[in-house]
């Protein structure tokens, strides 16, 4: 979380998190080079089971799918966590397993209807993520002040990227 990392390093947490960026951009570039290179579907499954055979390949086929079932269900509980903070009955017992099987549900049921529906419930998510993030940049432009980016030249964190 940001507010650890800045209370760990302090001013150089932006530096952290641009490091972790590159890195994982390396990553991103190594499964696009290797992608580039198949013209059938499987992703590391695939790449594993050409590079060392079925075995291994069986074995990343299944960590994948693992690794995926439990970030949906880590994602429901951080849903589940959220909506308490406006719906504290969602927190525990049937408001619980209620709001897990209408996403579940839901989810479900928008796939059985097809790809277009899905793209389409898709880009609504986005745009409902988006509209939020852009009204409160745009707010937040407002309330800029030039004592505070002279503040984080002192704290050296800008120095760094020679932006003072």
């Given at each position: ?22 890195v994982?951009t ?13 013209s ?5 499954y ?8 079925p ?25 589940v966590s ?73 704290l ?9």
């Amino acid at each position: 979380m940001p507010a650890d990392v800045y209370a760990r390093i302090g001013s150089y947490s932006l530096i952290a998190f641009v490091a972790c960026a590159l890195v994982v951009t390396l990553i991103i570039l190594c499964f696009a080079e290797v992608s580039s290179r198949f013209s059938e579907t499987g992703g590391p499954y695939l790449y594993a089971r050409e590079a060392f055979g079925p075995t291994l390949g069986f074995e990343v086929g299944w960590l994948i799918w693992l690794a995926r079932l439990t970030a949906f269900a880590a994602n429901c509980n951080l849903l589940v966590s959220y909506l308490g903070y406006f719906w504290t009955d969602a927190t525990a017992g049937a408001g619980r397993a209620t709001v897990i099987i209408l996403v579940v549900v839901s989810l479900a049921a928008i796939n059985i209807l097809g790809v277009r529906q899905a793209t389409i419930v898709s880009n609504v998510f986005t745009v409902g993520k988006l509209v939020p993030l852009l009204i409160f940049i745009l707010v937040g432009l407002f309330f800029l002040s030039p004592h505070n980016i002279h503040l984080l030249c002192d704290l050296h964190m800008l120095h760094f990227l020679n932006l003072c």
